[in-house]
């Protein structure tokens, strides 16, 4: 009989290097576009019987080892673990609620800094490579959460285990690849959600507490400050506490955010401009010391972080960041030609996602805002 395992099971053994043969069901588009390290595609229909070419090739891929199936819900890879099973496999397991839960799988991470008074925590969202964080000040009990994705539960939990009370959540800017938790998140703890200021220029369609440049909010004796940081979107915000700067997703460890999907591509050159501003005016200004901690970090389409492991901070002093882009040492005019011209695939559902953002749809279910966010993050130039 096979056996049925959590998404949580599977990213353990593939940290620790021995997951057996994972194959992934789902069609070749859907695989190709993303799946977990290491899988291998076997396309099985949810109607399809086991065929003599697609046992020989499992046989091939697995020998007599382990397989783990994965599909999409968790649906035909039961039933390819059922067939297999049927057909005298050993040590058969099937991922539950495949890709849907390994979509909502995070590892935390403490980010090491030199300011004793505050800890930072990172929450990584595997799957994705979104990254969120809490901010907390244990001298004073409080913490502030930055960019929290709809899984709410995650943050009230860690800043309960550390006696912090949470007193406000930010968003860095109104996201196009996920559904944001902030509003959520406030409204559940009572507390102030706050974005940039210029945000109400894009019609949101809720009331929020509005950010200026330079603008602090304290936690205990320690200053958290915003700076306006334009260019992904005209209201993108930085976020500055001790020595770690909260950079979302305008400065990233291995590029900078992309500047048409607010604009359209016809006025991306506008964002560009901005951006251009904001990385050498505003970011790049900082001390080299200080650390970046971005919004995202790249996922590839086979699922590994192309900077750092899931469970270790995604971080880098600044000057290392800037030291590494080259895209910062561009001048004015080939950077705005560079972000314009090179324009990555957009993200899924971009538009409807950016539509619940700023309050004027609204997701009816858990598996629709799942179906919304499938995939990686593509929110880097």
């Known amino acids: 009989m096979f056996d049925t395992i959590p998404a949580r099971e599977l990213a353990d053994a593939i940290d620790e290097g021995d997951p057996g043969t994972i194959v992934d069901t789902r069609p070749e588009d859907s695989y190709e576009a993303w799946h977990v390290p290491g899988a291998e595609n076997v396309p099985f229909g949810p109607t399809e019987t086991l065929d003599d070419d697609q046992a020989a090739e499992i ?34 397991e099937v ?10 799988l995070y590892e935390q991470a403490t980010v090491e800094t030199a300011d004793d008074e ?15 964080y809490l901010v907390g000040v244990p001298d004073a009990g409080e913490a502030v959460v930055v960019d929290p994705t709809r899984h709410l539960d995650q943050y009230v939990v860690a800043a309960a285990e550390r006696d912090y009370e949470i007193t406000h959540v930010f968003d860095t800017h109104v996201h196009a690849d996920h559904v944001s938790g902030g509003r959520a998140l406030a409204d559940r703890l009572d507390v102030p959600y706050h974005l940039g200021e210029r945000a109400a220029e894009r019609d949101v369609a809720f009331e929020f507490d509005a950010l200026s440049d330079g603008e602090t909010v304290e936690l205990g004796d320690v200053e958290f400050t915003a700076l306006a940081a334009p260019g992904h979107t005209s209201e993108m915000m930085v976020y500055r506490v001790g020595d770690a700067m909260l950079t979302g997703d305008a400065l990233f460890l291995d590029s900078v955010g992309r500047t048409e999907l607010e604009f359209g591509e016809d006025a991306a050159e506008t964002g560009a401009e901005m951006e251009y501003d904001t990385l050498h005016d505003t970011l790049t200004d900082q001390p080299n010391g200080v650390t970046v901690l971005p919004g995202h970090v790249t996922v590839t389409s086979d699922g590994r972080f192309e900077n750092g492991s899931p469970g270790r901070p995604v971080a880098d002093a600044l000057g290392d960041v800037t030291e590494r882009l080259d895209l910062l040492g561009l001048d004015r005019e080939a950077f705005v030609e560079r972000m314009v011209e090179d324009v990555p695939e957009k993200p899924a559902n971009y538009e409807t996602v950016i539509a619940i953002n700023t309050g004027h749809e609204e997701y009816d279910s858990r598996r629709e805002a799942t179906q919304l966010e499938t995939g990686a993050n593509n929110c880097a130039a």
């Open 59 to 92: 046989a091939e891929l697995a020998d007599d080892g382990p397989i783990v199936t994965i599909c999409g819900k968790g649906a035909t890879s039961t039933t390819l673990a059922a067939e297999l099973d049927a057909n005298g496999r050993d040590h058969v």
């Open 118 to 132: 505050v800890e930072i925590v990172q929450f990584q969202r595997r799957g994705k490579g979104c990254l969120s």
């Open 95 to 104: 991922v539950k609620g495949g890709m849907r839960d390994w979509n909502a």
